[in-house]
């Protein structure tokens, strides 16, 4: 079940609203080439800045990260392209869920907000 | 070398960021062939196309006669305002240094060209000054030039990483892949030489990733001797002094000599896995881009990038523009106008180009990381190579050998099988029966098992080969009686000799290794072998022999 949409406040489009909480999973396709995370600069912090618990990469190119109502976090990204000029998008992990982002050579990492 | 090698960056350079390449011709504030460039086309098109969408519902809602139609009508328009708000959503990551900080990075490049230009030659500067290695007159250097080895160039290349020089005895043998001298560059260039997939700086050159993908499929191989002998020759300089007389001696004959060179391309490789693509990078160094980023992000955060900030303002006044305007000076002047928020927020251009440049420089390094990490898991799987060998032995006619190469791993084992023909370089005398320009063919088969875990601290690997050859042509040695082959003595050999040549016929070796080893970071191996063949090359009589090794890596000891 998908639970990401976009904040239609935020006109930057980085910002996404969970519903219901619970845990979320995103994942990246890879148009050519090969796009995965980088495990050590994929992280989720709350709004203290802590690493929140129960993260998980279930496969290289999927992370999830639980969610509690009420909550912001922000969600950092780090990608590895092999090779160098692969590319994908960031999308959550369900039939027909939100796209996050483009994920270009050049694009390395990303930030996000995720609103529960 | 330090002069060399600023030289070498300052042309590329002034050559790479020349007035005329940084203005902004096209109608995209990115350079139309990257992806930054292509995909704000995509979504500029995209928003347009469904701006008509939505404009021709609207029509149709206007004209609609009964409910159905109307109900058609508003639904198309809800279609419509989905992409368009899709599309404006895809064009405004493009500017944003959260999402996209390689094309934010390449506007603020291209905004202001004569800094851009100014901080990389301070970059080139100060990355020469940390990079260069001791020179060859300096005590305990690994550079090749202390070797006899007499070329700058290549010396530079293989301080930098570009190939790879290893001595044993009195050989040194280079090596690399040809796409490595691209990536030792890229790795030290600041970002003013990269492949052009993380290319950040407007103008600048920058190799094809396609090329590079296929040249890192080739790769070579050299060895030299650099112990040939040199002749000295005395000329007389001087009268005679009773029975002796002064002379002054030039030296003659070369330092090195070539005496074998292999070329191999792949054929043919499984895809890796992406589980074995991210262990070959986690097995990588680290890469600082992750830092870089944050740099440019600190600096949208100062200009205001929370709602209602001075960035996101720019945003809401830019995005209208960007999306919609054909007018190339309307779209400059928004990317001169995000410029003027960045400063604004507290950042100076200087600093701006810098973190942009740093940026950039991070980018070629990982790119170089990503691609040696790619490498490693893409020729680690099953793969087909070809290889040729030349062969200029001692004392031999050179020869050339041709080789197809297969690599698996089956289970627990590994398997490789050869098979190969080699020629002689120039057809072989006449006189020596038999003889002709297939030299042998060469099949060979090997079964290397997984380390078997023996204990807490000890492993062992079995293998067995197997090696078939069909000498067709004699073996063929050169010989001059001032000249004697090292560890080979001749009974019997006529004076006039000049070469002797060996039975032909076939050769089976067989050979049973065990190899013991410590745990992990122990580094001490001991091999024992079992070796038996039925002739070689030179003996016409079976043997049978056992080898027994041992080795340590002092490496081992530094690596705790």
New interface residues.
């Given amino acids: 079940m998908c639970v990401l949409s976009?904040d239609?406040?935020?006109?930057?489009?980085?910002t996404f609203l969970v519903n219901p909480a619970g845990i979320v999973t995103i994942e990246i396709t890879s148009l050519t080439g090969?796009v995965?995370f980088?495990?050590?600069?994929t992280t989720v912090t709350d709004s203290a800045g802590k690493q929140i618990a129960g993260t998980s990469f279930p496969?290289?190119?999927s992370y999830s990260f639980p969610t509690s109502a009420g909550q912001t976090y922000t969600l950092e990204t780090?990608y590895?392209?092999?090779?160098?000029?692969s590319?994908g998008t960031l999308d959550e992990a369900c039939a027909g869920g939100v796209?996050l982002?483009?994920i270009?050579?050049?694009?390395?990492?990303?930030?996000f907000t995720i609103e529960a | 070398m330090n002069r060399a090698i600023v030289v070498v960056y300052l042309a590329v350079a002034m050559a790479a960021i020349s007035p005329s390449r940084m203005s902004g011709q096209a109608p995209s504030p990115f350079h139309p062939k990257t992806d930054c460039g292509q995909s704000f086309e995509q979504y500029r098109a995209a928003y347009q196309n469904a701006t008509a969408d939505y404009q021709n519902a609207e029509a149709d809602f206007q004209k609609a006669t009964d409910d159905v139609a109307r109900q058609n009508a508003a639904k198309a328009q809800q279609d419509a305002n989905t992409k368009q708000q899709s599309a404006r959503i895809g064009l405004a990551r493009l500017f944003n240094l959260r999402e996209q900080p390689g094309c934010v990075a390449y506007l603020i490049l291209a905004a202001y060209p004569n800094q851009t230009r100014a901080g990389l030659f301070l970059g080139f500067v100060t990355a020469a000054e940390k990079q260069v290695g001791s020179t060859s007159s300096t005590s305990g250097s690994t550079s090749l030039v202390s070797k006899n080895f007499t070329s700058r160039l290549l010396s530079v290349a293989d301080e930098y990483g570009a190939l790879t020089s290893s001595t044993s005895g009195q050989t040194t043998t280079v090596s690399g892949s040809l796409d490595q001298l691209f990536t030792a560059i890229e790795h030290v260039s600041s970002g003013a030489f990269v492949e052009c997939a993380v290319k950040t700086i407007p103008g600048v050159w920058c190799v094809r990733s396609g090329l590079m993908n296929f040249l890192g499929r080739l790769s070579y191989s050299t060895s030299l001797d650099l112990n040939q002998p040199s002749t000295i020759t005395g000329t007389a300089t001087g009268t005679v002094q009773g029975t002796a007389q002064q002379v002054t001696g030039t030296q003659g004959g070369n330092s090195f000599a070539l005496s074998q060179f292999t070329a191999k391309g792949f054929i043919w490789a499984a895809k890796p896995k992406k589980e074995d693509l991210l262990k070959a990078w986690t097995d990588s160094a680290d890469t600082p881009a992750a830092t870089a980023r944050q740099k440019l992000i600190d600096i949208q955060k100062a200009a205001g990038d929370d709602p209602g900030g001075a960035w996101q303002k720019w945003l809401a006044n830019a995005l209208p523009v960007l999306l919609s305007s054909s007018k190339e000076t309307d779209i400059y002047a928004q990317t001169q106008e995000l410029m003027s928020t960045f400063v604004a927020g507290g950042t100076s251009a200087q600093d701006l180009v810098r973190a942009a440049l740093d940026y950039s420089a991070s980018l070629a390094s990982t790119a170089a990381a990503e691609r040696t990490a790619f490498d490693k898991a893409a020729w680690s799987k099953p793969i087909l190579t070809f290889e040729y060998d030349y062969n200029t032995p001692s004392n031999q006619p050179t020869n050339s050998t041709f080789r197809l190469i297969w690599g698996q791993s089956l289970k627990n084992w590994k398997m490789t099988g050869n098979a190969a023909g080699s020629i002689y370089n120039s057809t072989p005398s006449s006189s020596i029966p038999g003889s002709g320009r297939l030299r042998d063919i060469q099949l060979g088969i090997e079964a290397d098992r997984n380390p078997y875990q023996l204990g807490n601290s000890l492993t062992a690997t079995f293998g067995a080969a197997y090696y078939f050859q069909n000498q067709t042509s004699p073996a063929i040695l050169n010989v001059s009686p001032s000249s004697p082959i090292s560890g080979v003595s001749f009974t019997g050999l006529s004076s006039t000799a000049t070469q002797v040549f060996t039975q032909k016929g076939k050769i089976h070796v067989g050979q049973l290794k065990i190899t013991l080893a410590g745990g992990s970071g122990s580094g001490w191996k001991f091999p024992i072998a079992i070796t038996g063949s039925n002739r070689t090359e030179l003996i016409t009589k079976s043997t049978i022999g056992a080898q027994v090794g041992v080795s340590y890596d002092f490496d081992s000891l530094f690596a705790k």
């Avoid at chain 1, 980088?38 to 600069?41: A, N, R």
């Fill in positions: 976009v239609p406040n935020d006109i930057t489009g980085t090969t995965i980088s495990p050590k600069g496969t290289p190119d780090e590895v392209c092999l090779p160098p000029n590319t796209k982002g483009d270009f050579p050049s694009t390395n990492g990303q930030v």
